[in-house]
């Protein structure tokens, strides 16, 4: 049986810019089960960074429910937020977002020093994390002294430090040349495959398409849902 992850249901998200009114996010509805591998695709302006925004519990919806994995966190203050993303979402950005003067290592257990887990422990995790990106003997480099594909392997690291519910991608390969990206997005596929649950957002289809379901939104609504059914050599195709 598939157990839900994140329900949003009705969801809408109003700004304010002087007399208008701005629909971001219109009446969103959808799903995402754990395990799944979910692409969320869409031109600018569609509403899909509201969206993401909302889904890793960045920002509030302005009506409607979102449930993450059974709690109601549409309702929630600034801390309460901040302490569901801190514990169940790990962030993968498009600029890697590292400290440039901290080993990778020293980056990648910066959450667990967030969340006061002592220096053995967060250490070992950081080194686990860093060996399952494929990075064990690039500990103590900085990220300067690393290529794109590294540093953004660094951040996927990070990510996974926390042992999060989900991670939650945006453009991870938007500052990468086709080569090293298609190596970072084989990764993700690696982590899904491991029974995380990735949800990627991204405006380019060929990327989208690594995913098991695309989610495709316009003017703040979603305007197709879909299932991809791969088999193992599709989706070995897609990733070479």
Same mark, same amino acid.
């Given at each position: 049986?598939?157990?839900?992850?994140?329900?949003?249901?009705?969801?809408?998200?109003? @700004?304010?810019?002087?007399? !208008?009114? +701005?629909?971001?996010?219109? *009446?969103?509805? =959808?799903?995402?089960? %754990? &395990?799944?591998?979910?692409?969320?695709?869409?031109?600018?302006?569609?509403?899909?960074?509201?969206?993401?925004?909302?889904?890793?519990?960045?920002?509030?919806?302005?009506?409607?429910? @979102?449930?993450?994995?059974? !709690?109601? +966190?549409?309702?929630?203050? *600034?801390?309460? =937020?901040?302490?569901? %993303? &801190?514990?169940?979402?790990?962030?993968?950005?498009?600029?890697?977002?590292?400290?440039?003067?901290?080993?990778?290592?020293?980056?990648?257990?910066?959450?667990?020093?967030?969340?006061?887990?002592?220096?053995?422990?967060?250490?070992?995790?950081?080194?686990?994390?860093?060996?399952?990106?494929?990075?064990?003997?690039?500990?103590?480099?900085?990220?300067?002294?690393?290529?794109?594909?590294?540093?953004?392997?660094?951040?996927?690291?990070?990510?996974?430090?926390?042992?999060?519910?989900?991670?939650?991608?945006?453009?991870?390969?938007?500052?990468?040349?086709?080569?090293?990206?298609?190596?970072?997005?084989?990764?993700?596929?690696?982590?899904?495959?491991?029974?995380?649950?990735?949800?990627?957002?991204?405006?380019?289809?060929?990327?989208?398409?690594?995913?098991?379901?695309?989610?495709?939104?316009?003017?703040?609504?979603?305007?197709?849902?879909?299932?991809?059914?791969?088999?193992?050599?599709?989706?070995?195709?897609?990733?070479?």
């Amino acid at each position: 049986m598939n157990e839900n992850i994140i329900k949003i249901e009705h969801i809408a998200k109003v @700004y304010t810019v002087g007399i !208008e009114k +701005v629909y971001a996010l219109r *009446d969103v509805s =959808l799903e995402i089960n %754990r &395990n799944e591998y979910v692409s969320i695709m869409g031109p600018s302006g569609s509403g899909k960074s509201t969206l993401m925004n909302i889904l890793g519990c960045l920002d509030t919806p302005t009506s409607g429910l @979102y449930l993450f994995e059974g !709690e109601n +966190v549409s309702d929630m203050n *600034d801390n309460q =937020l901040a302490e569901i %993303r &801190n514990r169940k979402i790990g962030f993968v950005f498009q600029t890697f977002n590292l400290l440039p003067r901290s080993t990778a290592l020293h980056n990648v257990e910066l959450p667990l020093i967030y969340a006061g887990v002592r220096k053995a422990e967060r250490l070992e995790r950081a080194k686990i994390a860093l060996e399952k990106v494929g990075l064990g003997d690039r500990m103590e480099h900085k990220p300067n002294e690393l290529s794109g594909g590294q540093r953004q392997r660094v951040a996927i690291a990070r990510a996974l430090v926390t042992n999060p519910s989900i991670i939650l991608a945006d453009e991870p390969t938007g500052n990468l040349d086709s080569k090293t990206g298609n190596e970072i997005m084989k990764l993700f596929k690696e982590l899904h495959d491991n029974g995380n649950t990735i949800i990627l957002v991204t405006h380019e289809q060929e990327i989208a398409e690594n995913a098991n379901r695309i989610i495709k939104i316009r003017d703040g609504l979603i305007e197709s849902d879909t299932e991809l059914k791969k088999s193992k050599s599709e989706t070995e195709n897609v990733n070479a």
